[in-house]
């Protein structure tokens, strides 16, 4: 039973990060080039599969912009108009 529940997360885990890897534009992709990662897929699919999730996905927009000493999003709190409402 455990065999079948192993075998399908891996082959989930494959067939998810191979999709993504495939439909990602090839300017957003880090570290290899898009055929290194289907090949790392493919070939390892447990460590290739994290390995895009963790290292090959494009980084998420908040955290690709922020720079160094660049202001943080502001709350509520901070917006004049918003407590102008209040």
């Given at each position: 039973m455990w065999r079948f529940v192993v075998i399908g997360v891996v082959?989930?885990?494959m067939i998810y990060s191979l999709t993504d890897?495939?439909?990602t534009p090839d300017r957003e992709i880090r570290v290899l080039p898009?055929?290194?990662?289907?090949?790392?897929?493919l070939l390892l699919p447990?460590?290739?599969?994290?390995?895009w999730l963790v290292?090959?996905?494009p980084a998420r927009p908040g955290i690709q912009d922020?720079?160094?000493g660049s202001p943080g999003p502001r709350g509520p709190d901070d917006d004049?108009?918003?407590?102008?409402?209040?």
């Open positions: 082959l989930g885990l890897c495939v439909q898009k055929i290194g990662w289907v090949f790392v897929i447990v460590a290739g599969g994290a390995g290292a090959g996905r922020r720079r160094p004049p108009d918003f407590l102008r409402g209040l």
